[in-house]
C-alpha cells in the first residue's frame, strides 16, 4: 500500500508528497492502537467489540478532566478504560460469559457514559498549545501522538513476540482445556488481554481527541470497521490462536495508506466504502479452510512441477 501510494497518485496525473505519509501516520495513531486492541483479543479466540466506546469514553475524559494539566487527564482516561477491560475479562475468564455479548454490552454502556458526560454534544479541548505540540511534525512524516503510538505499539510487540505471553496468548486461543493442561494460565491471559484492550483503546482514543482538540460522544462504528478489516488483513484468525501484533500493525498501517491513497485521488466516498467492504470479503475469504487448502495444494503442484523441470 505504500508502494501504492507512491506509484498510483502518479499515474492519474495527480502530485504525491510527503505530506500524505504524515496524514496517514496520523491516522494510525489512533485507529492503529483500537486495531492492536482489538486484535490482541482476537488472538485469544474472543471479540472485543467495546473498544470503540472505549475509545469514544477515553477522549471524553481526557478532554473533561485534562485541560490544565493534559497528561491527568491520559491518566484518567487509562485507569477508566483499563478498568471497563479488567471488569470484562473477569466476567469472561471466571463468569465463562460470551465475549460478544459482555463487550457488546460495554461497548453501550461506554456510549452512553460517554454522551452522559459531553450531554450527548462534542466538547472542545482548549488547550491547543498541547495539541499542537502533538501534530507538529518531527522528520515530516512523524508527529508526537504518532511516535507515541510507535513507541506503545513496539513494546506489546516485544512483550508478546519475545516472551512466552504470545505463546500462551496463542495457545489459549487455540484450546482452553489443553492449555489449561500443558499449564498456561489462561484465566490470567484471558484478564491480562482484555486490561490491555481496555488501555490500548483507551490511548488511541485520547491521543485522538487531544490531537483534533476535540471529543466526540458517538464515534460511529468507522473505528470498528477499521480494526476488524486491520486485524484481519494482518494475519489474525477469526477462530483464534493464530497471528501477532506485528501483522496488525502491518494491517492496520496498509489500511492508512489505503486511506489515504483515495483521499489523495480525491475518490468519492461512496467508492471507497464499495472498496473496502471488496477488501474486507476477500481477505475473509482467503483465511477460510477451503481457500488454504487450494493454496497449500497450488504451491505442492507448483513445487512438483520445479522439481520435473529441475530433474
Do not use: W
Amino acid at each position: 500500500m505504500l508502494l501504492a501510494l507512491f506509484v498510483v497518485p502518479s499515474m492519474s496525473g495527480r502530485e504525491f508528497n510527503v505530506f500524505s505519509i504524515y496524514n496517514a501516520m496520523q491516522s494510525y495513531s489512533g485507529l492503529g492502537l483500537v486495531a492492536l486492541a482489538l486484535g490482541l483479543t482476537m488472538i485469544i479466540g474472543e471479540f472485543d467489540l467495546s473498544v470503540v466506546g472505549t475509545y469514544a469514553l477515553a477522549g471524553m475524559v481526557a478532554v473533561k478532566t485534562g485541560v490544565d494539566q493534559p497528561l491527568v487527564g491520559i491518566l484518567y482516561a487509562l485507569l477508566v478504560c483499563g478498568a471497563l477491560g479488567l471488569v470484562h475479562g473477569l466476567l469472561v475468564a471466571r463468569a465463562g460469559v460470551n465475549s460478544m455479548a459482555i463487550t457488546l454490552g460495554g461497548y453501550l454502556a461506554a456510549i452512553g457514559l460517554t454522551g452522559t458526560i459531553a450531554d450527548n454534544k462534542s466538547q472542545a479541548f482548549p488547550n491547543y498549545e498541547f495539541s499542537s505540540r502533538l501534530n507538529e511534525p518531527i522528520a515530516q512524516i512523524f508527529s508526537m501522538r504518532s511516535l507515541i503510538t510507535v513507541a506503545v505499539v513496539a513494546l506489546v510487540v516485544l512483550l508478546v513476540m519475545g516472551t512466552r505471553v504470545g505463546r500462551d496468548m496463542r495457545a489459549t486461543g487455540g484450546g482452553r482445556r489443553a492449555s489449561r493442561t500443558a499449564g498456561v494460565r489462561v484465566d490470567l491471559i484471558v484478564v491480562a488481554t482484555f486490561t490491555a484492550s481496555g488501555l490500548l483503546a483507551g490511548l488511541g482514543g485520547t491521543l485522538q481527541a487531544y490531537g483534533v482538540a476535540t471529543a466526540t460522544p458517538n464515534p460511529g462504528l468507522s473505528p470498528l470497521i477499521f480494526a476488524i478489516t486491520a486485524t484481519l488483513l494482518g494475519g489474525i484468525a477469526l477462530a483464534g490462536g493464530k497471528g501477532t501484533p506485528l501483522g496488525i500493525v502491518a494491517g492496520a498501517l496498509g489500511m492508512c495508506f489505503f486511506a489515504e491513497l483515495f483521499t489523495t485521488l480525491a475518490t468519492p466516498q461512496y467508492v471507497v466504502s464499495l472498496l473496502t467492504g471488496g477488501l474486507l470479503v476477500a481477505v475473509t475469504l482467503l483465511t477460510t479452510e477451503p481457500a488454504r487448502r487450494g493454496l497449500s495444494s497450488l504451491r505442492r503442484r507448483s513445487s512438483g512441477a520445479s522439481s520435473a523441470t529441475t530433474a
